[in-house]
C-alpha cells in the first residue's frame, strides 16, 4: 500500500467520491455497485503519493462507514479532495459542512465534471479547480502549504482576502502520455467488479483517449478537445496490469474505436505477446465492420458496450448522432457472429416520440441479436445543448441543472415514460432466443457456473432494473438512482 499513516501533517490527503443515496455512513449507508474504481480520483492521488503525500481514498458508493469512520477520517486530514457530479451536489454540501464543522484547518478542494460543466465555484469550498488537474495537483498542494501565490494555476477558484478569484484559463494536458498511470494499490481492498450483481475479479479500468470530437444534443461534455495516448503508452499500461494480475481489462473510454489504426496496433500488441486477459471495450458502433470485429475476437474482447440512443432515425437525427439504423443493425449482427456481447444504451423521452416510435423500438430488438440493454429516460443537464435550448424555451429554470424528459419536455410525463422504459426492458430480456443466445455466449467467456448466475439475476428480477436504480438523482424528479456513466469517475 503507499498510504504512510505515520506521514507528518500537512501531508494528509482525503480524496472523497460522493455518495448518489442519502447516508453517507452508518445502518441506513447503501451500497451501490460500481463496476470500476473512481479513475479521476485515482489519476489526481498518483502524483500526489509520488510528491510524498499520504493519500486514502474514501469511495462513499462502497465503503460502509460507521458514523465515527467517516469524522474520524475528516479529522486526520490536511487537505480533502471531493469530485463533484450534478446529481449528487446536495450531498457534497453537506460533506463540505461536515469537512468545515469537524476540521476547520483541512483545504476542501473540488474539482469533476460538476465543476468543468458549470463552471461554478462550489459553495463554501476553499477551492474549485477547472479542467484536468493531474499534472498541477501537487503543485497546488504545496503552494497552499506555503502560503504561496497561486496566481499561476490555470482554472483555479478561491477566496483572497475576502475577495473571490478565478484564474484565466483552464487546465488541459495536451500530451497525454506525461499523465502518469493511476495507482490501483489504494482501492485495493474495495469492493469493485460488479455488473447484474456478478463480480468479476482482478478486473481493471483503463482510459485510453479524454475529450471528444462529437456534439451529441444531450451531451454535457462538449468542446473538450479529444486527444489521444500513443499506442505505447497505452500498451505499457496494459503489461502493468496484467503483470499485476489483471483478468479483465475494461477500456471505458467511449472513443477507442474511433482512431482505426492505433486501435489495429494496440489489438495486435495484446495477439503477438498472448496476453491472457479478457477485455471489455466502449466505441461507436457505426465504426465496426468485419475486419475490426474479428481483430477484436483475435485479442480476447468478450463484450462491446455501445450508445445507439435510439433505432428511429428522426429521433438520432434529433440527437444529431451522424449515424443511421441500418448501419446499427448491421453492426450488431456482425458483432454477434464472432461472440462477442454486447450492451447498448438507448433514450426515450426526446419532443418529438410518440408511441409509434416506442413500439418500433420493441419491434427492433426482437429480431437484432444484442445481448444486454440500457433504457435511459433522457435527461436534460446543464450546459448539455438540448438543456440550454429548453431554458431558453422557459420549459427549464435557470436553477434546474438536472431534469428528466417529463410533460413539459415531452409528449409524456415522467410517470408514463418510466411505465415505457419498464416495458421495453422487459420485452428484450423476456425473449427465449436472447436468453439462449446469452447461456451460450455467458458460458463460453466465463464458465458453466455463470448459467447459474444468470438464473439468479432473472429469478431475482434484478435484470429488469431500470438505469436510475443505480444512483440517485438530484433533478427535477427524484428517482433512486442516476444512470451509470464512466464520466462519474472523473475527477478533472
Not at 191 to 203: E, F, M, P, T
Not at 371 to 380: A, H, P
Not at 408 to 437: C, M, T
Request: glycine residues 4%; hydrophobic residues 40%; positive net charge.
Amino acid at each position: 500500500m503507499y498510504e504512510n499513516n505515520n506521514i507528518l501533517a500537512g501531508k494528509r490527503v482525503l480524496m472523497l467520491f460522493p455518495p448518489f443515496f442519502p447516508h453517507f455512513y452508518g445502518e441506513k449507508w447503501r451500497k451501490s455497485e460500481s463496476i470500476f474504481p473512481p479513475l479521476g480520483l485515482l489519476y489526481i492521488a498518483t502524483p500526489l503519493v509520488k510528491a510524498g503525500y499520504s493519500v486514502k481514498i474514501i469511495d462513499l458508493q462502497v465503503d460502509c462507514l460507521s458514523k465515527q469512520q467517516y469524522f474520524e477520517h475528516i479529522k486526520n486530514s490536511d487537505f480533502v479532495l471531493i469530485s463533484c457530479f450534478t446529481f449528487a451536489i446536495d450531498n457534497i454540501l453537506k460533506i463540505i459542512h461536515d469537512i468545515k464543522s469537524t476540521n476547520t484547518k483541512a483545504k476542501i478542494i473540488c474539482g469533476g465534471p460538476y465543476c468543468n460543466e458549470t463552471k461554478k465555484h462550489i459553495e463554501n469550498a476553499d477551492y474549485t479547480l477547472f479542467g484536468e488537474a493531474d499534472q498541477v495537483i501537487a503543485n497546488v498542494l504545496q503552494l497552499i502549504s506555503e502560503n504561496e501565490s497561486l496566481t499561476g494555476i490555470p482554472g483555479l477558484c478561491y477566496e483572497e482576502n475576502g475577495r473571490r478569484t478565478q484564474n484565466s484559463g483552464i487546465l488541459i494536458p495536451e500530451n497525454l502520455d506525461d499523465v502518469d498511470p493511476p495507482l490501483f494499490d489504494l482501492v485495493e481492498n474495495k469492493n469493485y467488479g460488479y455488473v447484474y450483481g456478478i463480480r468479476l475479479k482482478n478486473l481493471y479500468p483503463l482510459i485510453t483517449t479524454r475529450g471528444c470530437p462529437f456534439s451529441c444534443k444531450f451531451c454535457t461534455f462538449q468542446n473538450v478537445k479529444y486527444r489521444e495516448r500513443s499506442v505505447e503508452n497505452v500498451t505499457d499500461e496494459i503489461k502493468l496490469r496484467v503483470d499485476s494480475g489483471a483478468k479483465y481489462l475494461v477500456i471505458c473510454d467511449d472513443n477507442f474505436l474511433l482512431n482505426r489504426h492505433r486501435v489495429f496496433s494496440i489489438f495486435d500488441y495484446i495477439i503477438k505477446n498472448k496476453l491472457k486477459i479478457k477485455i471489455i471495450i466502449q466505441g461507436r458502433i457505426d465504426i465496426l465492420d468485419y475486419e475490426l470485429c474479428k481483430k477484436m475476437k483475435q485479442a480476447n474482447v468478450i463484450m462491446l458496450i455501445f450508445g445507439i440512443e435510439n433505432v428511429n432515425q428522426d429521433v438520432l437525427n434529433y440527437y444529431n448522432k451522424k449515424t443511421d439504423v441500418e448501419k446499427i443493425r448491421k453492426a450488431i449482427e456482425i458483432i454477434n457472429s464472432f461472440g462477442i456481447l454486447t450492451t447498448s444504451g438507448i433514450i426515450i423521452g426526446s419532443p418529438i416520440e410518440d408511441y409509434a416510435h416506442f413500439k418500433n423500438i420493441i419491434e427492433f430488438f426482437k429480431t437484432v441479436p444484442q445481448d444486454f440493454i440500457n433504457v435511459n429516460i433522457l435527461r436534460y443537464q446543464y450546459p448539455s445543448p438540448l438543456w440550454i435550448k429548453a431554458n431558453a424555451e422557459g420549459l427549464i429554470n435557470d436553477d434546474e441543472k438536472f431534469v428528466y424528459a417529463n410533460e413539459k419536455l415531452s409528449k409524456f410525463s415522467f410517470e408514463e415514460l418510466l411505465a415505457i422504459q419498464r416495458k421495453i426492458i422487459r420485452s428484450f430480456f423476456n425473449n427465449p432466443k436472447r436468453i439462449i443466445r446469452l447461456i451460450y455466449k455467458l458460458s463460453r467467456h466465463f464458465g458453466p457456473v455463470i448459467i447459474v448466475k444468470l438464473i439468479i439475476i432473472y429469478t431475482s428480477k434484478s435484470i429488469y432494473r431500470p438505469p436510475q436504480d443505480f444512483h440517485k438523482a438530484s433533478g427535477k424528479h427524484q428517482v433512486s438512482n442516476e444512470n451509470s456513466n464512466p464520466e462519474q469517475n472523473q475527477f478533472y
